[in-house]
């Protein structure tokens, strides 16, 4: 569903920005695909970094297995600072929903708002499943910082050209205020399990083991005959595995489901597409199209929980 921004009648429009909750990104209409600039990768950066800087003091450490009831003092306590963090950190990002001018940005910025705010939420009475819930915060957080550093570092102008442009989506995630978000998986979607189970066959797949033990630090120039042999093996595996990521989105009636899931596909074709001249800061697509497809998985998995 949409929300028209246009105005054919003869009533007054003064209600216009309320219609759009003041969202720069209200009109566009265009399909998933490389951000090559963001006036808000700026201002994002500081509100991770702070985050991260509380859950590096032993929230990453924690043991998502154990409840709520069986926690320790400390261990309540490093939870709830945590949640408050991220509620913190969902609050200073509403204004960047509103101020970025791309849709699949702003579905970035609100899944963090809703999933952050939903965990923290969840802290008092935490159940193991509800990790996933943090998994989908960490994951868009991390999306959103390779996606700024792609740009930051010119690896998402330089590969952009080269990629064919896909097609623009039929539907589109329903402008609402951003400032109260929902989760774009409040039930498990039909293409979860495809989505899953996908995930799981690339991850297994012996040629992108080979290519997670390359050094991302070592450009092109510099691979030796195995290195090459190995980023040879892995092009056309990424490849298949970005049209079945596209595939399994568009296959899906959620308009957030499909922006998520070609905007995955489009970072990693990027990522292939940068792979005869590869240098270090191309890294930044391939773990912007990573953590992308792990935010989807989360929210499957929270969903059926």
């Not at 819930?133 to 050209?161: E, F, H, I, K, M």
Request: hydrophobic letters at 40%; proline letters at 7%.
């Amino acid at each position: 569903m949409t929300i028209s921004v246009t105005k054919d009648d003869g009533t007054d429009d003064s209600n216009s920005s309320a219609n759009t909750f003041g969202l720069a990104s209200a009109d566009d209409k265009g399909p998933a695909n490389i951000i090559t600039e963001d006036p808000t990768c700026a201002a994002w950066t500081p509100i991770n970094q702070k985050l991260a800087n509380v859950t590096k003091a032993g929230w990453n450490d924690r043991d998502p297995s154990i409840a709520a009831t069986d926690w320790t003092p400390e261990q309540r306590t490093l939870h709830i600072e945590a949640g408050k963090a991220m509620r913190e950190a969902a609050d200073q990002t509403v204004q960047l929903a509103k101020t970025t001018p791309h849709r699949v940005i702003r579905g970035l910025y609100e899944q963090f708002i809703a999933y952050a705010r939903a965990y923290d939420a969840a802290i008092l009475t935490y159940k193991p499943a509800d990790n996933h819930l943090a998994g989908v915060v960490t994951a868009s957080a991390a999306a959103l910082s390779n996606l700024c550093a792609a740009v930051s570092y010119g690896s998402a102008q330089a590969r952009d050209p080269f990629l064919p442009t896909p097609q623009a989506p039929s539907v589109f995630p329903q402008l609402t205020d951003p400032g109260n978000p929902q989760p774009f998986l409040s039930a498990e979607d039909s293409q979860c399990e495809g989505w899953n189970r996908l995930l799981q066959q690339y991850d297994s797949n012996s040629a992108v083991g080979a290519w997670k033990g390359l050094d991302a630090r070592i450009p092109a120039g510099s691979w030796n005959p195995t290195q090459q042999a190995v980023v040879d093996a892995v092009s056309s595996v990424m490849s298949r595995y970005a049209d079945d990521l596209e595939d399994l989105g568009r296959a899906s009636a959620n308009p957030t489901f499909q922006d998520l899931a070609v905007l995955a596909a489009q970072y990693r074709r990027a990522y292939v597409s940068a792979l005869p001249t590869y240098g270090p800061a191309d890294s930044y697509l391939s773990r912007t199209s990573a953590m992308t497809a792990s935010m989807v998985y989360e929210a499957c998995e929270a969903a059926g929980a």
